[in-house]
């Protein structure tokens, strides 16, 4: 597959603001997929956030793979990551996330005690990817609609400041993909979980890579939900699929747009159960 490029102009637009704004935080909140805590993890904005305290946000934990999240987190960890496994749907330790920042800056605000300043609001930036849960994260965390949200990339156009409580103070930012993916997994892994449009990679190619993932890591709940056998390449399980929910047209052909979008739509409604599309390092 060759090199995929995806960089809608806001995105440079977007890049050059998070630069400028960067030195007026306290600290900045990464959120990642928990699904893909390798490919979700922009390595621009890590050049960008340079030395400032950063609290990971595992966001979606709950779709994840127990097994290999617990195994991300504690890689981060020991990269010197503090790390946060949350929900931004359900609301699962959200409420745990200021309390974290604090701990993360814990030595700045003793210190700032020390000296007798006054006590000012934590200012933090939330970064990360389009379509993993900021908008969503940030209305939990208000109890509100504060950011408009939806299933789907780019939805966050422009960086407003929102007032988290009396001592807390987010500046939210449309989420950012760097210009180009070296490594075809990541990009296949983002299209996959839908954090990149459908439109962007050719969508047999995205499915069959799915397929043969699943196939590979997760063949028994590819087996529990679509009647297949181990030996069965990505091919024969599409045309299993086609066969088992009646995806055929005139002539008994297979109807692959139907075919495609079952597949991708059970494993983005976690329907598969709990997966992860990031393996560890040494196999990515």
């Known amino acids: ?11 440079f637009k977007s890049l050059r603001e998070i630069k400028e704004k960067i030195k007026l935080m306290d600290i900045v909140f990464i959120l990642l997929d928990a699904r893909l805590p390798y490919s979700s993890m922009n390595p621009n904005i890590l050049e960008i956030v340079g030395n400032k305290p950063v609290l990971l946000l595992f966001n979606k934990a709950d779709l994840a793979d127990p097994k290999n999240l617990n195994y991300w987190s504690s890689y981060y960890q020991k990269k010197g990551f503090s790390v946060l496994l949350i929900n931004s749907i359900t609301g699962k330790n959200v409420n745990k996330i200021h309390a974290s920042a604090k ?35 940030i209305n939990c965390l208000t109890k509100s609609k504060a950011t408009k949200t939806g299933n789907r990339p780019g939805v966050t156009k422009a960086q407003q400041w929102i007032k988290i409580s009396q001592d807390f103070e987010l500046l939210d930012t449309p989420g950012v993909l760097w210009p180009k993916f070296e490594e075809e997994k990541v990009g296949l892994a983002l299209a996959v979980t839908g954090a990149i449009k459908d439109d962007t990679l050719p ?32 091919d024969q399980i599409i045309e299993a699929i086609a066969k088992l929910r009646g995806c055929l047209i005139k002539g008994q052909e297979i109807d692959y747009d139907r075919v495609y979008q079952i597949v991708l739509t059970d494993i983005r409604n976690n329907v598969l159960g709990g997966l992860s599309f990031d393996q560890k390092p040494s196999t990515i």
Not at 206 to 219: E, G
């Open 103 to 137: 701990e993360v800056l814990k030595d700045k605000i003793n210190r700032n005690q020390n000296k007798g300043l006054k006590e000012m609001p934590i200012r933090t930036m939330i970064l990360g990817i389009p379509n993993v849960g900021k908008s969503t994260l």
């Open 203 to 234: 969508i047999h190619t995205v499915v069959t890579y799915a397929l043969n993932y699943l196939q590979t890591y997760y063949q028994k709940a590819l087996n529990l939900r679509y009647k297949v056998d181990a030996d069965m390449n990505a």
């Open 1 to 11: 597959m060759k090199q995929i490029q995806w960089f809608p102009g806001h995105m």
